[in-house]
């Protein structure tokens, strides 16, 4: 190889390091890659979360989870699921469908604000964990039954359902997204929150 090649050959070589540095390569992740750390997560010790099995129509790729606290005082369900080309109303490639009710007292289900309240304190969940979202929306029903019959000795009985859905805008926090909706059963059951800097003893999968 003569000089002139050479300095042509290394000068390449420095023009595509520059590239490099500018523009970074990166690989990106795949779906398992990404809910890798969703699998392994572990709650507070009054929740128990279990993987289930997906809906395999809503989207190319998807996970689920369902969670119940204990004593059933609230149980709940959560759906990522992904589509590489998106699909209408996401906004994105990434949506989280879930599911929360609770058994809450008499008085509280009389209260005409009960719905505000609950959706807040899904807003509010998905903020203290610092998820970053589009396109939200859901429901908030509160469902009141009182027995006859046979039954008339039984207590009455009211629960409130959260149904939401929201699209993650970044794909590298998505566990945020799952503790925000534990976050929500928590606050629905009426778990003590528990104070920073303390670790709750991990519920069983």
Aim: with cysteine; aromatic share 6%; charged share 20%.
């Amino acid at each position: 190889m003569d000089l002139q090649q050479y300095l042509i050959n290394d000068c390449s070589c420095l023009v595509l390091l520059n590239l490099l540095v500018i523009y970074p390569w990166t690989v990106k992740k795949t779906f398992d890659q990404l809910t890798a750390p969703i699998l392994a997560l572990k709650p507070r010790g009054e929740i128990m979360l279990e993987s289930v099995p997906a809906p395999q129509k809503l989207a190319p790729h998807a996970l689920a989870m369902t969670a119940d606290v204990l004593e059933d005082a609230a149980t709940g369900r959560f759906v990522l699921l992904h589509d590489p080309a998106g699909q209408e109303g996401w906004g994105g490639q990434w949506r989280c469908v879930t599911f929360a009710r609770a058994a809450i007292d008499l008085e509280m289900a009389s209260d005409p604000l009960l719905p505000e309240v609950g959706w807040a304190w899904l807003i509010e969940s998905l903020k203290k964990q610092g998820c970053e979202f589009t396109a939200p929306s859901g429901t908030v029903t509160r469902v009141a039954s009182q027995s006859f019959g046979e039954l008339v000795d039984k207590d009455e009985n009211s629960e409130i359902e959260i149904r939401a859905s929201w699209s993650p805008s970044n794909e590298d926090n998505l566990i945020n997204h799952v503790n925000a909706w534990l976050e929500l059963l928590a606050i629905s059951a009426g778990l003590e929150p528990i104070p920073q800097g303390v670790t709750s003893i991990a519920g069983k999968n």
